[in-house]
């Protein structure tokens, strides 16, 4: 399988980051290829919602930004993973904006999602749960996972070994 992960955190070596690098590890042990976006780091516009991609452009979006990398790797992968820490019990502002941009291509080809997530505090998930799992309903994806790793267990070995084992499983 082709593996998209879009990492909305803002740090190359943060929380969010050890989660992602553990389950890439297990899953190229399994033979998949992933590729990841650190998307904080890119310019990724917010989506105008002007709709030129729906009337003129064919699903190809107006703006000409680093969202082109994404688009070509979204036009082939086969699970996308939404990876985040909890920034005032949302994604963080470039994810959103990332997923926003789906908006141009409208449903990824992609039949498989997963969910990873990293917090200071319990708690407080269930927003980004509704909507990770509203947008699986949407894009008729099947939902593989969803880890939601907290405070002092960020980075823990016993949590990079469970996100390994989920890259390995799949
Ligand atoms: C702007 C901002 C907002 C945050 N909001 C929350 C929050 O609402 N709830 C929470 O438990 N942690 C919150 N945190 C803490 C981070 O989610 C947590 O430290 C996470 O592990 C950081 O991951 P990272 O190293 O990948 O950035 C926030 C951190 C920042 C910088």
Redesign the pocket.
């Given at each position: 399988m082709k593996i998209l992960i879009l990492n909305g955190?803002?740090?190359p070596n943060?929380?969010?980051?050890a989660l992602t690098e553990a389950f890439t590890k297990g899953a190229e042990s399994a033979g998949h290829e992933v590729v990841e976006f650190m998307v904080g780091s890119m310019n990724i516009k917010p989506c105008l919602g002007c709709d030129w991609c729906h009337t003129k452009g064919e699903g190809k979006c107006i703006q000409k930004d680093d969202m082109e990398k994404i688009y070509e790797v979204l036009d082939v992968a086969d699970m996308i993973v939404f990876a985040s820490?909890?920034?005032?019990?949302g994604f963080t502002g470039p994810l959103q904006t990332t997923l926003a941009r789906f908006h141009a291509p409208f449903k990824p080809k992609a039949a498989k999602n997963a969910l990873i997530l990293?917090?200071?505090?319990p708690n407080?998930f269930a927003a980004i749960e509704t909507l990770y799992k509203g947008n699986v309903g949407f894009f008729g994806a099947e939902d593989m996972g969803i880890k939601e790793v907290v405070g002092a267990d960020?980075k823990s070995e016993t949590v990079l070994k469970d996100l390994e084992a989920f890259g390995a499983s799949l």
């Open positions: 955190s803002p740090h943060g929380n969010t980051k820490p909890v920034h005032y019990l990293s917090s200071n505090s407080v960020n």
